[in-house]
């Protein structure tokens, strides 16, 4: 903790900027289930009475209906106007769970757009913590107490498997140790990263080669391709990597294309090239699917992952529960903040799953560089990777920093949510610059944009 | 099917409007979790080229936030405007999966605001065909040939349990007694109604008594009640019923307030009063949890039921895999249009689950109606109950109809959504006189309105 008496500042107001990148035009992001999207957030800035302090915080969406996630963000930023800081962290627990209650619980709960809104506004919120503590997030949160961390969840509804008595013991058994990962971290040795950039399915052979060839001089060992597209297909780009990198981890990502029984019969034909493991093979919503497909792939050395799309801490329990898991591939915007977050690393630490941060979105890195990092030192104690992209990170005040083959640890204060004024001026929607162009429009203006996947899924 | 020409009508606009009604004043709708909620509307019509006909439809939220709910459904209107009615439901199944699909997939999938607001959109267009038929919309479902019927449902993510070919000859199946159970719903006598309104939590012991009395009265065998106020306060309640009502059914409703142990540790404690089950007893996404809960209350008589809340077919899937649930509580505006609770009532009539909708929203009952007719008629072929509320039905242009402890089975055209236009000049939101009075007004302002069960909870 640092010694200078900390400023405690109270929220004075807020504006939601909507922001999209027209990411589609580069195939950026581009799979099976959506193949043209615009990679757009949702942001806040809380305006504070301490001069030059400011909460910024953001959530996700991929292009059309952000204003939706606008709207939902502009419907909840009002409950904290007024409040100071430490009102809110100093028992952020039972906050956290007033927040998400009230009228609006109705629509979800804890569940799709008031999710992702819960979401920017908590970030918002732990980033003006991080700020008055002068640490960045990851710092914060590794150097919590055990009794500190445990504060800040909401336990309900995950009780059954973990209660704060079982997390403050677990946290307080991972102290061992945790000094020497916090130095390791500081060696920006804590957070090795795989590579999805080389496999977004738009890209042309010739591209996920070049991209192939760059990322292995960069350190990356691990990569991740978008598969479905048929045996043949499939087949030659995960051969490609196989021989360029003959000793590399190949993860293969299907984005929810497949029904339960047609994954369980595709795979295994793939099994020859090596894979980790099958992302996201059906719905998110399939815990006992994945379960299936899982235990059906196993005897093929084909492991199963998912958590980008899924919603809340319950549904991690229960894919935990049913064993269906071999990653906990948590998404920095997708549950109800760090808070939550944080019951999920507790959650995969228990069962001895490592997170593996869904972070193939723009500005994903920049936080789940943090979450990476705290997880390691904090929580689960053991190394994992983290998923980099390649795109974007210009547009951010405090980018991702990668080298030899690691996630460098972030050192500015906050959750390096900031997005530079240059990225509102050019792709602000409606009033940016792109958006104004006759390209913008036309793209702005087509409401059946990027449901061409859904309408060739050779599920149909 | 009609002998005239029937019109095939062009979209050619929409408009959408937010309602809301201030139910809170009256403990409408209170329970554990929703102290004072304000039943609301987020509300679409679109217009057609033939005169005088639109379609009309809604999807509910509890009243802050819904807003949000009418972003979501100003987002996705669009895609249907110019397209004419035939072209969406000559392969709805198809039109059905695209409609989810795009951009806009992302902030969910098939969760929460983007999925309430496909809701209304397809209840709409679902309105708009059942008038062109000049059919109420159950008689247009349940008069569907097996094969009109399983090609309006899009079977992804469900062909583990359930493929379009099992689904028609499950179909086929029904047609036996067909006839007779048209004739019996023709009657008034297919529906039997459940009473929940004596039940809300905010209610007086004077109210809840003097309410049974009357539903009695008026034909209830079966009555809903909220519990989950400490033993001495839900013994008080449940045996007022008892005493009015000796052989009366009674369920349970804790509206999500418990984790499992806590379930599981509290109800046996009621067994004696006579169950058939506790409504919502924990998270609606914990699927493991409600089996594991029904399996430890079996033994004590008393069954588990969800579904309020069971936001797509592939959360009822599991519900029903898992052996988790004694009713299907399916919500006529949490799943998406009638394609998918098609979809649920199919499933849960395979697993021999009645389907009892959750019908405990201003004009849920009047949408509700219709499903638990077709249900009967052309599914499952077996009386189930449905949950029938007595607020509000005054604002609905065809409400619901109750007699002799059933529903009366719709006879207008369409899917009874229409709402009357003296509701809107006084709830429209916020321009409708009573939220520009000074009372509205407050309402309106308050960021934590009804954010107060969450912090009396005992679970915190």
């Keep these: 903790m640092v010694s200078i008496p900390k400023p405690d500042p109270t929220i004075t107001g807020y504006t939601v900027r909507d922001l999209r990148f027209p990411t589609s035009l580069d195939a950026i992001g581009s799979d099976p289930m959506n193949t043209a999207g615009e990679n757009a957030h949702g942001y806040i800035v809380y305006d504070t009475d301490v001069p030059g302090l400011e909460g910024i915080g953001w959530s996700f969406s991929n292009g059309q209906g952000n204003e939706v996630l606008c709207a ?10 007024g409040r100071k800081l430490s009102s809110i962290t100093s028992d952020f ?60 969840i909401d336990f309900r509804y995950i009780t059954d498997e973990l209660t704060p008595e079982q997390a403050l013991a677990f946290l307080k058994e991972k102290e061992k140790g945790k000094a020497e990962r916090l130095a390791l971290a500081l060696q920006n040795l804590a957070v090795p990263g795989y590579n999805t950039s080389v496999g977004w ?25 978008k598969v479905g597209q048929g045996l043949e297909v499939d087949r030659k780009r995960l051969g490609m990597v196989r021989r360029i990198s003959p000793d590399a981890v190949i993860m293969t990502d299907v984005n929810q294309l497949w029904d339960v029984d047609y994954a369980i019969e595709y795979m295994p034909k793939l099994a020859d090239l090596g894979l980790w493991f099958i992302e996201e ?24 992952a998912t958590g980008e799309h899924v919603n809340n801490r319950v549904m991690f329990k229960q894919l935990l529960q049913a064993d269906a898991l071999d990653a906990v591939q948590l998404d ?18 228990k069962f001895g799953v490592p997170v593996v941060p869904h972070s193939g979105g723009t500005g994903m890195p920049e936080l789940c560089n943090h979450i990476s990092h705290f997880d390691f030192v904090a929580i689960s104690g053991k190394q994992s990777i983290l998923e980099y992209t390649d795109h974007c990170h210009e547009y951010f005040s405090d980018p991702a920093e990668f080298s030899n083959g690691h996630f460098h640890a972030p050192t500015a204060p906050g959750y390096s949510c900031q997005i ?23 793209m702005l203006n087509d409401p059946w944009r990027g449901c061409a996947a859904e309408q060739t899924s050779p599920m149909k």
């Design 420 to 442: 530079t004024e240059e990225a509102f001026s050019k792709f602000e929607c409606p009033e940016g610059s792109f958006w104004q162009s006759e390209k913008g429009q036309l």
């Design 93 to 152: 627990a039972t906050t956290h769970r007033n927040f998400l209650g009230g009228q609006t619980r109705f629509m979800s709960p804890e569940r799709g757009v008031m999710q992702l809104a819960s979401n920017a506004i908590l970030n918002a919120l732990w980033d003006m913590w991080a700020k008055v503590e002068g640490k960045p997030l990851w710092r914060l949160v590794a150097e919590m107490t055990p009794e500190q961390l445990v504060g800040v």
């Design 332 to 349: 920095a915007l997708r549950l109800s903040g760090i808070n939550e977050i944080l019951a999920v690393c507790l959650l995969a630490a």
């Design 281 to 304: 093979p059906t719905s998110p919503d399939d815990i006992l699917g994945h379960a299936r497909i899982r235990a059906a792939l196993k005897p093929h050395g084909i492991g199963v």
């Design 201 to 225: 399915l738009g890209l042309s052979d010739a591209e996920v080669e070049a991209g192939l060839r760059k990322a292995v001089d960069a350190g990356f060992k691990h990569f991740k391709l």
């Design 72 to 81: 939902g963000i502009k419907c909840l930023a009002p409950r904290f106007v």
